[in-house]
């Protein structure tokens, strides 16, 4: 399985603020994956980070809120952009390794105040 | 649709055998996966099952699928308090499949009594 890291493991940020936060897998993977978990609920797929080209993103989510870059096969961030407090959450990131394994990084979890 | 469905909370005694469900909508569903939290962490992929299977075990582990009925569950055999966490039950949808997207269920919190 994958080794994920993501810094920063949390932090508290004010209103209207931008919070990047980053993912580094220990090897080369195809697919990078940025989930949200908002408090007490599941985790929903904000959008999949490509390798050179413009993340997926799902529907309710917007590349200016949520900008993704993906330099390479190892790395990708997530950039969380003018919070407010509905954008508390745990923000994971996950990789596929093999052909349907799905591995999850230790999440970052964000108060927004 | 796409819909994934677990009871919310579960408690079993240190010993005794957990049983934990989940159902799902979509009968294209291609693998379906259990994920474990524990508190302050991120998710642990526990196994995944394919939808042509019926069964998989791995250790403590057991699950069983009933792709007729769209059931899920996961047995964990002697439970230990050190299992006590929120369980996550996914699946990926064939349409999905080259794309990766995991569709979760509401997770259900498994307390453990000594």
């Known amino acids: 399985s994958a080794v994920i890291s993501q810094k920063p493991s949390r932090d508290i940020c004010q209103r209207g603020t931008s919070l990047t936060i980053q993912c580094q897998v220990d090897s080369q993977v195809t697919m990078m994956f940025w989930y949200r978990q908002q408090p007490g609920q599941s985790l929903t797929l904000i959008a999949t980070a490509n390798q050179g080209s413009e993340a997926t993103y799902e529907s309710g989510f917007v590349i200016d809120k949520f900008p993704i870059s993906r330099p390479n096969l190892t790395f990708s961030t997530l950039t969380v952009s003018n919070m407010s407090p509905e954008d508390s959450s745990i923000y994971l990131c996950s990789v596929a390794s093999g052909v349907y394994e799905q591995y999850f990084g230790p999440g970052t979890r964000l108060t927004v105040t | 649709g796409e819909d994934v469905e677990q009871s919310l909370f579960l408690s079993v005694r240190e010993g005794d055998s957990s049983v934990i469900n989940c159902t799902y909508t979509d009968s294209s569903s291609t693998y379906l996966y259990w994920y474990k939290q524990e508190p302050g962490a991120g998710l642990q992929l526990l196994t995944y099952?394919?939808?042509?299977?019926d069964m998989k075990q791995d250790q403590r582990l057991t699950v069983l699928l009933n792709k007729k009925d769209k059931h899920l569950s996961l047995r964990i055999a002697d439970t230990q308090t050190g299992d006590s966490a929120i369980y996550f039950c996914?699946?990926?949808?064939?349409?999905?499949?080259?794309?990766?997207?995991?569709?979760f269920g509401q997770g259900t919190t498994l307390q453990v009594k000594p």
């Open positions: 099952i394919f939808s042509n299977m």
């Open positions: 996914a699946e990926i949808l064939s349409g999905s499949s080259n794309t990766g997207k995991l569709i």
